[in-house]
């Protein structure tokens, strides 16, 4: 399997009569596109949370906003709070075990700049 854009990705690969597997791939974004990524708090990163669990989601430009989309709810977080040349905001939602695909809405995002988050209790 060759994967071309950078980005996270969430591989679902399933041989009927054998079994499935999936697997969350980071391939380092190149270029100047903007980034985004997630965590506990500004200094913690982390792509796992439990369903009562803030999400803060980061990246390196400002005026950003972000696309918080699950298979049931999809929320709308702003990201208008900086530290340290971080710019962030906090989706602070009780969220349904599963996996999230958080997207940055920017005028220069691609569809790389994604990243995918696993919500479970």
């Known amino acids: 399997m060759t994967i071309n854009s950078s980005g996270t990705h969430l591989v679902k690969l399933s041989v ?49 906003t972000a696309t918080v989309v699950g298979e049931n709810e999809t929320f709308t977080v702003m990201l208008d709070s900086t530290k340290d040349g971080t710019h962030y905001g906090t989706l602070n939602q009780s969220l349904s075990d599963g996996y999230y695909l958080v997207r940055l809405d920017d005028d220069d995002a691609t ?9 479970s209790d």
């Not at 009569?17 to 903007?34: F, H, I, N, Y």
């Not at 569809?111 to 919500?119: P, Q, R």
Request: charged fraction near 25%; avoid cysteine.
């Open 16 to 64: 009927p009569g054998v079994g499935t597997v999936r697997k969350v791939l980071d391939v380092e974004p190149a270029g100047s596109d903007p980034s985004v990524w997630t965590g506990t708090g500004v200094d913690a990163n982390a792509t796992t949370f439990a369903s009562d669990e803030d999400i803060f989601i980061k990246t390196d430009r400002a005026d950003a």
């Open 111 to 119: 569809n790389l700049d994604s990243t995918v988050v696993e919500v």
